[in-house]
């Protein structure tokens, strides 16, 4: 048996360097793993050159309408100094849901292209549709964006106001998820959603 696996492994070896039309398997195979490398490293750095800030805000529809609403938020400036990007909200950090996101994002492009929201009126036209989709998206996904910064466990009832706290904790226990309760926290919600006294 022993004198059987040295002979297998020569064979397999000689397998691996054996020339294809050109070159060798083993050469194949090493340019194949660092190409791998670099091509894995390329898609990543551009993958997260995406979940920047400035990517992020850098088409006029978002500089200009939802990026201001955002500035008027907690989430922009607050007294601890910690701020919530787009991409903290809207992109998974798990692998293959951000993957997926990001493909989802590719409609968002045509819209672009196609002026799909490019004036604050066909902003608003459509902003109740938009919302809908990403609160359900939020939903499906138990809100994990936002626990990734926010945890039920982790709220203290001696710093938080009990009444708030009162709240989270009915909400835990009726296994409701975070975007139940704080739709438009971080965007004005649309007209069709808010109360009709509320003050524009």
């Known amino acids: 048996m022993s004198k059987q696996n040295p ?3 020569r064979r397999f070896w000689r397998f691996l360097r054996r020339p294809s039309a050109k070159f060798a398997l083993l050469t194949l195979l090493v340019v194949g793993f660092f190409g791998g490398i670099i091509f894995w490293g390329g898609f990543n750095t551009g993958m997260e050159a995406t979940n920047q800030l400035e990517f992020c805000i850098s088409c006029h529809e978002m ?3 939802v990026y201001k609403e955002y500035q008027q938020t907690i989430h922009y400036s607050n007294r601890t100094g910690v701020r919530a990007i787009c991409s903290d909200c809207h992109v998974p ?3 293959i849901p951000k993957i997926i996101r990001k493909i989802q994002a590719s409609q968002e492009v045509w819209g672009k292209i196609t002026g799909y929201i490019d004036t604050p009126e066909k902003f608003e036209a459509h902003r109740m549709a938009m919302a809908t989709k990403e609160w359900a998206r939020m939903k499906a996904a138990n809100s994990q964006e936002c626990r990734n910064c926010h945890s039920f466990d982790a ?4 710093v938080q106001k009990q009444s708030v706290y009162k709240k989270h904790m009915a909400a835990k226990d009726a296994g409701q998820t975070c975007i139940d309760c704080h739709k438009g926290i971080a965007h004005h919600l649309p007209k069709e959603y808010r109360d009709p006294n509320e003050e524009e």
Not at 155 to 158: P, T
């Open 155 to 158: 709220m203290s009832g001696d």
């Open 63 to 65: 500089r200009d309408y």
């Open 93 to 95: 950090h798990a692998w």
């Open 7 to 9: 002979g297998a492994l």
